[in-house]
């Protein structure tokens, strides 16, 4: 089967829609960047998932006693590193009419970051260990907020509108055979590995597929678009200000989204209550990686064709999709003793895993068909600054369960899905 006839089964499409929303001459090669955006994306998935600040590094914090406080600051420094400078790089990026290099190289960075991470692990413990992680876990965060304004404006350009949720589920479900592929591997055969032996194992892998993935992207074929307009970080603060004053429909996507954040916050939380409900070893990690790739291999391709029928009516569904798993774990930890297996517990994982995928894909494909097209780096930047400065007050909310208790946390987390929902009912179409 040819390239031109798989990406015309995966997207469903026709000759005559084939170039909605892109200019002529990033027509030429749309099978060809579809299918190369997409290899990156399986290498930077698994990547993720590897290092995963909700899964794998809490984790391998706790098993290192690096303490509680810093697996509960993993998730919020991970979205205030990608999300609040963003703003302040995308006026820079406008000025250049190739944008592919600012994912592509960053790709690279993360890629020395998460081997620095792999070196603390192997040299440091305690307190020092875990101001080491969560400080390189930040810069990495800021490496990946350059690239996250960068993949949105080339997928803008590259992938015609109405294949862009289905491209961002193909990179989700190729990542995720790829995940589940790794647990499978880890559950079954490197069980009996010592600590560090899956440590490097973890870290070397991750280092290597985000330089793949760095390569694939810069490999995509992108056209020059407009490079005027560019503005300093002032002026692009002034700018986006402005714009949020004008646009009462972004505005309510803004706040939609930020609560919608309920959904990754809650993760890093579940994989605790889990180990601690079930005494769960290496295995139990293993568990965890398995149902992150079935969750991803599940869930994407129907997701993506849900966002790019209404991106809207996905955000809504997925947070009382969010309500209903925080209300399952919630009754895990009530069960008998005798009952709280790992077994019982990888599923209720695996449903987060599900609603954060769904999460992700609802709100990217909104904001870019959202977004004009001579303005969309900036859409993209004013919305993930504001969220980042939102994540600023959700950095403390582990300490909910230690001041109140679990089941509050747990509680305010469904408050947070539900005021989403609301929210993403006032949106417009787009």
Known sequence: MKEEEIYRWITEEDEERSCKAISEENCTNVPGNFFKNALSGFCSKLAEQLV?????LPWMLSMFDAGLGFSGMLVPLKNLGSLLPQLFVSGKIRAFPIRKYFWGFPAMAQAALVALMGIAFFTLEGTVLGISVVSLLLLYSMASGVSSVAFKDVMGKTIPKGNRGRLLATRATGGGVLTLLFGLVLYFF????????ILFILVGLATILWVLAGVFFLWIEEEKGASDGGRTPIEEFRKGWKLLGQDSNLRTFVMARAFLMAIPLAQPFFVVIGRKNTDADLSGLGLFVVASGIAALVSSPFWGKLADWSSRK?????????????????????????YRSIYLFAPLILLNMMAHGGARLSRKTYLTDLAPEDERPLYIALSNTLIGLFTILTAGIGFLAEWFSTDFLLYFLCGMLLVSMLLSYRLKEV
């Open 190 to 197: 490197l069980r009996e590995q010592d600590t560090m032996g």
């Open 314 to 338: 996905l955000m809504i569904g997925i947070g009382a999709f969010g309500i209903l798993n925080c209300l399952l774990v919630l009754g895990f930890t009530y069960l008998p003793s005798d």
């Open 52 to 56: 995963s600040p909700g899964v794998t």
